[in-house]
């Protein structure tokens, strides 16, 4: 037997759980598909009970070390123009903490693998076959016509909505698919107006309109912000959630909502290009790369 546990998945949620089973004496594997971390902010924010169980493990000083600064107004719940007030909670944290994911991450792993946790890119889950001893998963290495097999008591499928592990496995996904969705993009502006915030705050305070468009631009350091929109009248639109987002389509929203202003994306991920080839050949271009997804509305 390999390890007790194969992750597939190293994002929040499967570094986590790697660094929550090898606290407990568990040997753990995480499989993740991308060969280097992406740096968007995606969800941009650590809500107030979830503090609450980071400070608990000594995950939160690492955090609170690299969070934006942020001012002291609460979460939304479904987007509504409602403030949401823990203060009268007792809790040292009554409010969301701006830290975007790509370090939430880095803190997660680094706290995973100093307690023997094992985190190795690059490794796609192709099959997950289980027999009277455990599982063994196959991945296909990126970059080589390779694949790798890992021997483990149990395996756990944390590679998101669209999980690969969890569609090897033959499990149900059930309930009902998504009816709203939002495109989420880190960008860079090199001029603003004054319809650009300064600071962040609560959602209902960003959020922009027009007669196609709807957007939000929260500030997440210099000249960076964390733009999401969706088109107003379809909320299926833009297109389909896994699919790539041009960097075209997102500075027609930002006109759109913004007047204009002379921005460009700072991620890009193409159909059919490996993402660290598509970072290494773009990143620092005057129209540089997208790594807009199909997103959830986030929880500033």
């Known amino acids: 037997m390999g390890v007790d546990v194969i992750v597939v998945g190293a994002g929040p949620t499967g570094l986590m759980l790697a660094h929550e089973l090898a606290s407990g ?12 971390r992406v740096q968007q902010t995606k969800g941009g924010a650590i809500q107030p009970r979830t503090a609450e169980l980071l400070d608990a493990r000594g995950l939160l000083d690492p955090l609170k070390d690299r969070m934006l600064t942020r001012p002291p ?7 509504l123009p409602v ?9 040292r944290q009554p409010y969301p903490l701006s830290v975007a994911q790509w370090t939430i991450e880095e803190v997660f792993e680094t706290a995973a693998t100093a307690l023997g946790a094992q985190v190795l890119r690059g490794r796609r889950v192709a099959a997950v076959e289980v027999d009277d001893v455990g599982v063994l998963v196959t991945a ?32 149900p996904f059930p309930g009902r698919p998504g009816t709203y969705r939002a495109v989420l993009a880190d960008v860079r502006l090199s001029a603003v107006s004054d319809l650009v915030p300064a600071s962040t705050g609560h959602m209902s305070t960003l ?7 709807w957007g939000m631009l929260v500030p997440i350091g210099g000249d960076r912000y964390r733009f999401t929109y969706g088109k107003i009248g379809a909320p299926g639109a833009p297109g389909d959630a896994t ?10 929203a930002l006109e759109a909502v913004l007047i204009r202003p002379d921005g460009s994306v700072c991620w890009r991920a193409e159909s059919g290009t490996p993402l660290e080839d598509a970072l290494r050949s773009t990143f620092g271009a005057p129209a ?11 929880a500033w």
């Open 25 to 36: 004496g568990a040997r753990v594997t995480v499989l993740e598909q991308a060969t280097v």
């Open 73 to 79: 107004v609460g979460g939304h719940f479904a987007g």
């Open 83 to 91: 403030e949401l007030d823990c203060t009268p909670w007792r809790t």
């Open 140 to 171: 296909d290495i990126a970059g080589t016509a390779d694949t790798a097999q890992f021997r483990a008591r149990y395996v756990v499928a944390c590679d998101g909505a669209h999980s690969t592990a969890r569609k090897a496995l033959g499990l």
């Open 207 to 213: 959020t922009r309109s027009t007669r196609d468009y």
């Open 243 to 252: 699919a790539p987002v041009s960097a075209e389509a997102v500075q027609h």
């Open 288 to 298: 540089a790369a997208v790594a807009a997804t199909g997103a959830r509305v986030p």
